[in-house]
């Protein structure tokens, strides 16, 4: 390649090398934000393992303290008593079951959505990524053969 072709085509090589570099940004990007999502996502069933194990801990209070009433009073009423406790606690404990149930779904739904839309996102951008290189290539090989092609035409203009 001449120096002529080399000093046209030079900024287009920077460009193509920007371009490529912009497009690898790109793809980790989107990656990140996926990753983050998924965890984030994900998480709910950490917070819910947690639950479990608070709700577990304050049975064990409450059992403790009736076995302690019982102890102390001898009465029989603590026995109803701890049962509407006991049944409180359950029908609480259930539809906390049932919130994360449906939080859980709902998290996984909508990270499963924004993936899905991320993707797409991610296919536009490559495709338009993909495009610029190309065009970039052509105009790069056409650059270089005009610039060729002139200082061709401008050592043929000085002989006689």
Same mark, same amino acid.
């Given at each position: 390649?001449?120096? +002529?072709?080399?000093? @046209?085509? +030079?900024?287009?090589? !920077? *460009?193509?090398?920007?371009?490529?570099?912009?497009?690898?940004? #790109?793809? =980790?990007? !989107?990656? /990140?934000?996926?990753?983050?999502? $998924?965890?984030?996502?994900?998480?709910? &069933?950490? *917070?819910?393992?947690?639950? $479990?194990?608070?709700? @577990?801990?304050?049975?064990?209070?409450?059992?403790?303290?009736? !076995?302690?009433?019982?102890?102390?009073?001898?009465?029989?009423?603590?026995?109803?008593?701890?049962?509407?406790?006991?049944?409180?606690?359950?029908?609480?404990? &259930?539809?906390? %079951?049932?919130?994360?149930?449906? #939080?859980?779904?709902?998290? =996984?739904?909508?990270?499963?959505?924004?993936?899905?839309?991320?993707?797409?996102?991610? &296919?536009?951008?490559? @495709?338009?990524?993909?495009?610029?290189?190309?065009? =970039?290539?052509? !105009?790069? /090989? =056409?650059?270089?053969?005009? @610039?060729?092609?002139?200082? $061709?035409?401008?050592?043929?203009?000085? %002989?006689?």
């Amino acid at each position: 390649m001449s120096e +002529a072709a080399r000093r @046209a085509t +030079a900024p287009l090589d !920077v *460009q193509r090398r920007w371009l490529e570099a912009a497009r690898r940004a #790109t793809r =980790n990007g !989107v990656e /990140s934000q996926r990753r983050l999502v $998924r965890a984030f996502a994900d998480s709910g &069933d950490a *917070q819910r393992a947690a639950r $479990r194990q608070t709700t @577990a801990a304050l049975d064990s209070v409450v059992e403790s303290t009736f !076995v302690a009433a019982r102890a102390s009073t001898g009465d029989g009423g603590v026995d109803d008593v701890e049962a509407r406790v006991e049944q409180g606690l359950g029908v609480l404990d &259930d539809a906390r %079951e049932e919130w994360w149930e449906t #939080t859980s779904r709902t998290l =996984n739904d909508g990270a499963d959505a924004y993936d899905s839309l991320l993707g797409a996102y991610a &296919d536009i951008l490559d @495709a338009g990524f993909a495009f610029a290189l190309d065009a =970039n290539e052509i !105009v790069a /090989s =056409n650059a270089g053969w005009m @610039a060729q092609q002139s200082a $061709r035409m401008d050592q043929g203009a000085g %002989e006689p």
